[in-house]
């Protein structure tokens, strides 16, 4: 079953301005990732942020991270036409091996 | 680096078929997965191994079979392929389990 639940489902922006998307999940954790998906193409990784940390910053990315309501966001600032993709957030449980559960994603139209 | 291979691109069969799908890494990763990602279902966890010679079962294990004699590779079996088995699958890397994981390519699957 999916851990993790992101919100909206489908988001669609002018260029220039921010997008924020949600994550929310289920169980403790030990770090939470976002993954790119480009129109037929793999996932590419984001950022990963860990469960003591409660933000971290990559270029135009910001993610937070919020334990207590175990959700996290990814903002992208000033969006551009190149940003169009699937976003995904995976997480990765807080005991014994650690696979990554991912959830349904968002999808990011961005126009020029 | 080539990073995570995988092939074919793209397979058509016929229901009870059965096949193999290559996942091959070249960056010393001990850990690999096998994915499947349906419209609206995100990527849910097949197999997955953190090392030569262990391999474990992920959330939808049923009628794929996996091995790994090799760092290197890690092949997916399809059994006896079936309609609800058509699919894009990808194959992930990475250092350990819980870490950032590359991706392949992918491969899409269809069973008719």
């Known amino acids: 079953s999916q851990q993790g639940e992101e919100d909206p489902q489908a988001l669609s922006i002018q260029e220039g301005e921010n997008a924020t998307m949600n994550c929310s999940y289920k169980?403790?954790?030990?770090?939470l990732q976002w993954y790119r998906q480009n129109s037929g193409r793999g996932l590419v990784h984001l950022i990963l942020?860990?469960?003591?940390?409660r933000e971290k910053h990559s270029g135009r990315l910001r993610v937070t991270l919020d334990t207590s309501k175990k959700s996290s966001s990814l903002l992208i600032t000033a969006s551009r036409a190149a940003d169009t993709a699937s976003y995904f957030c995976?997480?990765?449980?807080?005991?014994?091996?650690?696979?990554?559960?991912f959830g349904k994603g968002t999808m990011l139209l961005v126009s020029p | 680096n080539a990073g995570v291979t995988q092939t074919p691109k793209f397979q058509v069969l016929k229901t009870g078929q059965s096949m193999t799908l290559q996942c091959a890494q070249d960056?010393?990763?001990?850990?690999m997965s096998w994915y499947r990602q349906d419209p609206g279902m995100g990527l849910r966890l097949i197999h997955y191994?953190?090392?030569?010679?262990?391999?474990d079962q992920g959330e939808v294990p049923n009628g794929y079979n996996v091995s790994r004699s090799t760092t290197e590779d890690f092949p997916l079996r399809l059994l006896s392929a079936a309609p609800s088995q058509t699919s894009v699958y990808f194959c992930a890397s990475s250092l350990q389990g819980g870490n950032e994981q590359f991706f392949g390519p992918g491969t899409r699957l269809t069973v008719l």
């Open positions: 169980t403790s954790i030990n770090n």
């Open positions: 995976a997480t990765t449980g807080d005991s014994g091996y650690s696979t990554l559960t």
């Open positions: 191994s953190v090392g030569a010679g262990i391999t």
């Open positions: 942020i860990r469960s003591n940390e």
């Open positions: 960056m010393n990763h001990e850990y």
